[in-house]
């Protein structure tokens, strides 16, 4: 008897234990509607909510995979990736809700990582916009078109910092740095989610890939990943931990291991970390099959794996279908607690609530007219067109050959000066390809001019092997009749006509992203080889720039008049660009990851920590490099403008800060320029001496101000305990006693300095 109770008792508090505790009443009700819900469900259906399936399109509508229609309807699968547009979710959900047992909607997920329909600059662009209230928008507009064709769900934002530009996956985050990257994080969960789940014009967004994926060993993409403790929590973690407290709904995790476990089966990280030092409560998704890969890294066999993942955290398995095939055994054999599957079906049942989906599963299913009053509009596009300025980031202008005079005759020579497709970037979810238009076509539309000259000068690339590796996945480059060298000789004809020449080069888009390292990150040979013919005809030369990545641009800084960077500007970019270069639009735009010399000195990044040896040119054993320096050609935080901005009166309000008390900087920026420009004002901190070795400085603060010609204006910061807080060897976040350099400035490397005392009373 004592026994049978003791067993009951047991069960009850287990059951008790995973439903959350909340004094909210509308998560009261939604626990409740959720319990209700669950008690009817059985063991399979459970497993059913954490698994999704992938789906394709084809001319007609949707493409099933085997059996997806059937798993759909008898509650086999919660969520489906691959879909959109109303009338296509409409069919599956359809399936889900009139033909399933417990008629539980499905959660539909989609790849919206800049822009769904409008596509605005890729991510690593977005980020030099430094505008958070921008990049905040562009989210929102996303996930209003997004929810307009019939999405719930996007995997974005990805906040892995990234060091390494071989990594082709650097355009899809924010950068290198951990406080900017995680302002930037904030601002895309709100975007997506506007703090409220239930309007049927926000989605869910979902924080990847957790993590440290951006940390893969020599830049290639998936491969290993070890790092110290104090590393991750001051240098990697930050991010994911914002996007965490931002609310975001969801979290993936990412396909790298992390000091020997799977990501995907590190109960450390998804379940020590996430959900017990964050107290997380969102739902964790693995990154596509991350889970029967744990395979191929050594961690068991597939079953062994499943097991793994899902006693690591797991709540929804990516399309491989591991936990639907092998969930029912595990949980029978006593591998998995049931337990465990409750409250993963309960994570995903409680998205789906918060949506809205119980009430309406087809409240994403909008009208043919709607979803065209909301997609494409010029609000959005105009919107596009802000933010394709705002990216771009001026690297150099000497004797200001920029803003370009529009009456001058303009040659625009290179690959990417009529080439439209890569615009949009990888990731383009719902954008089109053929609607960008080519930087060749805005500059002449802009003024209908025929003083412009064009010639193509050479191809995108001249390696084959890489061309139809890249055109496998829809990067159509094609190569000219024409030889090389006639190509070249025709291109110095049209630039010896010319005044000035604007050189577009650069990348395919499908040169990063995913699956796309780089062992070298210059422009293609061929590429340079026409720059090099250019520069023979003496004439003034503009580059810009079409990438994916930083790329090492010694030779280009070198022999370029000018070099803009645009990166891979989206639905409205060569309009963006065209405005910059013709000077309707001031560029603003500031760097967020360093560009190295080349590419010996990767990983190079500002935040970095000294040596015993700091670099001393004349003596031998110090830290540095025979044949290059080691500073980067271009800096973190790094962008000029048309116009000049001059810091002066740096001052501090004291000279030492207390607990509870607030250290106010004051710095005087003025333009000293001819024209109205906006200037991204930076601050760093250096802890220089404390319990663990700290970086040379870690950027605490920024903000924007706009100034006209001959302004001044005087920027404030405020500095607290708070900002000087960091992760000692025992991970406990402190601010340690002791003297702390302090940098104001326009970039990481330039800057006025200052110093203050950290005393504990
Ligand atoms: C990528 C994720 C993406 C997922 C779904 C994976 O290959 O790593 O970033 O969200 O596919 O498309």
Request: hydrophobic share 40%; proline share 4%; net charge negative.
């Amino acid at each position: 008897m004592n026994k049978i109770i003791f067993i009951a008792s047991f069960y009850l508090l287990a059951a008790y234990a995973c439903q959350p505790s909340s004094t909210d009443p509308k998560e009261k009700e939604m626990h409740r509607y959720v319990d209700r819900l669950m008690r009817k469900m059985t063991l399979e259906e459970k497993i059913g909510q954490m698994t999704q399936l992938v789906v394709g399109f084809d001319i007609t509508g949707p493409v099933l995979n085997e059996g997806v229609e059937e798993k759909i309807k008898s509650g086999a699968a919660g969520s489906v990736l691959g879909i959109y547009t109303p009338e296509a979710t409409r069919k599956l959900q359809e399936m889900a809700v009139n033909d399933s047992r417990l008629k539980i909607p499905l959660l539909f997920g989609y790849d919206v990582i800049h822009g769904h329909r409008t596509i605005f600059p890729i991510n690593l662009g977005l980020s030099a916009s430094w505008d958070m209230t921008l990049i905040e928008q562009t989210a929102q507009a996303a996930a209003d078109e997004a929810a307009a064709d019939g999405l719930h769900w996007t995997f974005s934002p990805m906040v892995d910092i990234a060091r390494d530009p071989r990594w082709g996956r650097v355009s899809e985050g924010a950068g290198e740095d951990p406080y900017l990257g995680s302002r930037i994080a904030e601002a895309m969960v709100r975007g997506y989610e506007q703090d409220d789940l239930s309007r049927n014009n926000t989605i869910l967004s979902c924080i990847k890939h957790f993590a440290l994926y951006g940390a893969a060993e020599a830049g290639r993409d998936y491969n290993t990943v070890d790092m110290s403790d104090v590393r991750m929590y001051n240098e990697y973690l930050p991010p994911y931990k914002a996007g965490a407290e931002a609310g975001a709904a969801s979290f993936m995790t990412s396909f790298n291991e992390i000091n020997g476990v799977p990501a995907t089966g590190n109960r450390w990280l998804l379940t020590d970390l996430l959900r017990k030092e964050w107290e997380y409560k969102g739902f964790v998704v693995t990154d596509y099959a991350s889970i029967p890969e744990m395979v191929n890294h050594g961690s068991g066999n597939e079953q062994e794996v499943t097991a793994m993942a899902i006693n690591a955290g797991v709540d929804m398995d990516m399309v491989s279908e591991a936990i639907s095939r092998y969930g029912t055994e595990l949980v029978k054999s006593g591998k998995v607690a049931k337990k465990t599957i409750d409250m993963a079906c309960r994570r995903v049942l409680e998205a789906k609530y918060k949506l809205g989906l119980f009430e309406d599963p087809f409240r994403y299913c909008v009208s043919e007219k709607e979803k065209h009053q909301r997609t494409f509009t010029l609000r959005y596009q105009l919107l596009a067109r802000e933010a394709a300025i705002k990216s771009v980031v001026l690297l150099k202008n000497d004797n200001q050959v920029l803003p370009l005079n529009a009456e001058a005759k303009i040659a625009f020579i290179g690959p990417q000066a009529k080439r439209a497709h890569d615009l949009i970037g990888s990731w383009s979810a719902a954008g089109l390809r053929d609607e960008a238009i080519s930087l060749w076509e805005a500059a002449t539309k802009r003024y209908e001019k025929n003083n412009y000259l064009y010639a193509l000068g050479c191809n995108l690339l001249e390696d084959t092997g890489l061309i139809d590796k890249l055109n496998r996945f829809g990067s159509k480059i094609q190569q000219s009749e024409k030889t090389p060298q006639a190509l070249i000789q025709e291109a110095v004809a049209v630039a010896r006509k010319s005044d000035i020449v604007v050189a577009a080069m650069g990348e395919a888009f499908s040169m990063s992203g995913e699956a796309a390292s780089r062992s070298s990150i210059e422009l293609p040979e061929n590429q340079k080889e026409l720059l090099k013919a250019l520069k023979q005809t003496g004439k003034p030369i503009v580059l810009v720039l079409m990438n994916g990545r930083p790329l090492a641009l010694s030779w280009e800084d070198e022999n370029m008049d000018a070099i803009l960077e645009t990166w891979f500007a989206g639905t409205a970019g060569s309009q963006g660009i065209a405005d910059v270069l013709f000077g309707g639009a001031n560029p603003s735009g500031k760097l967020t990851m360093t560009y190295p010399r080349n590419i010996g000195q990767v990983p190079i990044y500002y935040n970095h920590k000294n040596t015993g040896r700091p670099i001393r040119e004349e003596e031998k054993y110090t830290s540095k490099y025979l044949d290059t320096p080691n500073d980067p050609l271009y800096p973190f935080g790094y962008g000029l403008s048309y116009t000049s901005f001059q810091y002066s009166d740096l001052q501090l309000s004291a000279d030492c800060l207390a607990p509870g008390q607030t250290l106010s900087v004051s710095v005087t920026l003025e333009n000293t320029g001819k024209r109205e420009g906006t200037e991204t004002i930076q601050l760093y901190l250096h802890d220089k001496t404390a319990s663990i070795t700290r970086p040379v400085k870690e950027l605490k603060g920024f903000q924007q101000a706009r100034l006209a010609s001959g302004e001044s204006k005087t920027i404030r910061f405020d500095i607290t305990e708070e900002d000087l807080k960091f992760y000692n060897s025992d991970l406990q976040w402190v601010a340690e006693p002791g003297e702390f350099d302090l940098f104001v400035g326009g970039n990481s490397r330039d800057l006025l300095q200052a110093s203050f005392k950290y005393s504990a009373k």
